[in-house]
């Protein structure tokens, strides 16, 4: 009986937390002209008009430039970072990692707000730079979390193996570690692209005037009214950010599973 | 070099790109942050540098950001409990399920990569005046004109209990996770019934967990600065908003240093406090 009530509870919150996501997929294809309930027909309309978007489409092309740029920066620093803590007896470890991961447990406002007038006293002003900057700071302690998990379950025999058969270190790096560590690789750049994707407080604060990304633009679009085609624009983000890691996912679990074979 | 040596230095070559970035991008600018906080923004714009208290004595004695201030902490402590409380039962009936529980984590971290904005903002479209709910009232004829529902401190807490409830909920389920069930069966074979055993056993054993979750619930909320200002009203501006207001829109940057240290202050406090009492073990490990 009370198995029952949680598992019925439990359904509720679920409910609470997809619903209101699946309406906005749902009225992205409302023919409707308004774009709100009820329902007259099925219709893609507003996609095309999205893409018909020049803003939109700017956005989108600034958003995946940054992510990209955000996640090789990050991952690089992060996969370095995690591998001196997973591998090697460094003094001081847990101080080391409560400082990589400080950018997480510092309000999101206040590190934008330290960063641009930090920056702004060098002279360097709202750019592109600076908004790369903010990006990379605040995904690296997620890349650094996330890699070391991975790190963790990756022996390092092999790689002894291969110094003692006369590679050197940077062979050994590059031919054995390296493509040991891609899923975790793999997983750290996904995270940091996806988080910086996402993003949207810091980026308000770094992003220099006339640039958008997706979801500055989506705010903007949002202070006039809510129309369909910000239903449409919805859908396709949700479909970016859930569709493809879930395709990354497996193909990252397809690699694993043929590595262990 | 000895090839000791080299292992010693090795680490560190690692480390240092990560730990300079961390420093230069994070500790160095708050470190400004805080010598800026006494510098004056004079009429002409221009910053005078010095050692004035006139920032910090308008921060801390204006009764508008004391306001404000005490306004983000209740929002962030209701908003806590609500996570807990619809929480904890689905962490729980995941933890203990024997039916598919990888489908019910994946579906619980799917959130997490749904944008935030469009997560928010989804409410308008139930909501709203032409949304689900008032085209439902107006077809049931319980109203005859639509009601405006949104735009109050209630919908803001909605949108950030609908954005911050899976951090809750996979921190408690990372916990129960940790308890081993017997203990509860335990507890039972010796006499107690279901419910006391979990108030007594398992309940306790999770805290670490509800804990770690409320952190999490309560410092993102009470730094949060998007949801007031798509599902609140005129007068719902949340702390992160005077920051804005003071760095974007006033230009007062010495100001708004002073409100976001207060801010950071009030939530470091939190943290420091979690971490005597807890570590940050537990943390890291819903985190991961």
Redesign the interface.
């Known amino acids: 009986m009370?198995w029952q009530l949680?598992?019925a509870?439990?359904l509720l919150?679920?409910l609470?937390?997809?619903?209101?996501?699946a309406?906005?997929v749902l009225?992205s294809f409302n023919a409707s002209q308004?774009g709100?309930?009820?329902m007259t027909g099925f219709s893609f309309r507003w996609f095309v008009e999205l893409a018909g978007n020049d803003a939109i489409l700017r956005a989108f092309q600034t958003s995946i430039i940054l992510g990209a740029l955000t996640a090789l920066i990050s991952t690089?620093?992060?996969v370095?970072?995690s591998?001196?803590?997973v591998?090697?007896e460094?003094p001081g470890r847990n101080l080391?990692s409560?400082?990589?991961?400080?950018?997480?447990?510092?309000?999101?406002?206040?590190?934008a707000?330290?960063?641009?007038?930090?920056?702004n006293?060098l002279s360097i002003n709202k750019s592109f730079f600076l908004l790369l900057?903010?990006h990379?700071?605040f995904t690296?302690p997620?890349v650094?979390?996330?890699v070391?998990?991975r790190l963790v379950g990756i022996r390092r025999d092999y790689e002894e193996a291969a110094l003692s058969l006369g590679a050197s270190p940077v062979q050994a790096f590059f031919q054995i570690t390296l493509p040991l560590l891609a899923p975790a690789v793999f997983a750290g750049m996904l995270f940091a692209f996806?988080i910086s994707?996402?993003d949207?407080?810091g980026t308000?604060?770094w992003k220099p005037g006339g640039v958008e990304t997706?979801?500055t633009q989506?705010?903007a679009m949002?202070r006039n009214s809510?129309s369909p085609e910000?239903?449409a624009l919805?859908t396709v983000?949700?479909f970016l950010?859930?569709g493809l890691?879930l395709i990354g996912l497996a193909i990252a679990r397809r690699m694993a599973m043929q590595r262990g074979s | 070099m000895s090839v000791e040596a080299r292992e010693k230095r090795q680490p560190w070559i690692l480390l240092s790109p990560a730990l300079t970035a961390v420093g230069l991008l994070l500790f160095v600018p708050l470190v400004f942050i805080v010598v800026y906080s006494f510098w004056l923004r004079t009429a002409t714009g221009a910053d005078q540098a010095g050692f004035y208290l006139d920032n910090w004595n308008e921060a801390l004695t204006d009764p508008f950001y004391r306001d404000i201030l005490l306004g983000t902490l209740r929002i962030a402590a209701i908003t806590t409990i609500a996570c807990a409380v619809m929480g904890y039962p689905a962490a729980y009936f995941i933890a203990r399920s024997r039916g598919n529980k990888a489908l019910l984590l994946l579906l619980l971290m799917l959130p997490f990569w749904i944008s935030y904005i469009i997560r928010t903002m989804s409410w308008i479209n139930i909501l709203g005046v032409s949304g689900a709910v008032n085209w439902a009232l107006l077809n049931l004829g319980i109203v005859s004109e639509p009601v405006q529902m949104l735009y109050n401190e209630p919908t803001v807490i909605l949108g950030l209990v609908h954005f911050l409830l899976p951090f809750m909920v996979l921190n408690v389920y990372v916990a129960l996770e940790g308890i081993d069930v017997s203990l509860e069966d335990a507890a039972c074979s010796l006499g107690s019934t279901r419910w006391q055993a979990f108030r007594e056993v398992t309940l306790p054993l999770s805290l670490p967990g509800l804990a770690a979750g409320g952190l999490l619930c309560f410092v993102l909320s009470a730094g949060t600065y998007i949801t007031p200002l798509v599902l609140g009203g005129p007068t719902d501006a949340m702390f992160a908003n005077l920051v804005f207001e003071a760095i974007i829109t006033q230009l007062n940057w010495p100001l708004g240093s002073a409100l976001s240290l207060m801010l950071l202050a009030v939530l470091g406090t939190l943290v420091l406090i979690y971490n005597h009492y807890l570590g940050m073990g537990q943390l890291m490990k819903g985190l991961g």
């Open positions: 009370g949680i598992r509870y439990t919150v679920y609470f937390m997809f619903l209101p996501v309406v906005v009225l308004f709100s309930f009820p690089t620093l992060g370095l970072a591998l001196a803590l591998r090697y460094v080391i409560t400082l990589l991961i400080a950018p997480i447990l510092v309000p999101e406002v206040v590190l707000v330290a960063l641009l007038l930090f920056l006293f900057m903010g990379v700071i690296l997620f650094i979390l996330v070391q998990a996806t994707f996402d949207i407080t308000l604060f997706v979801p989506i705010f949002l809510i910000i239903n919805g983000m949700i950010t859930v890691p």
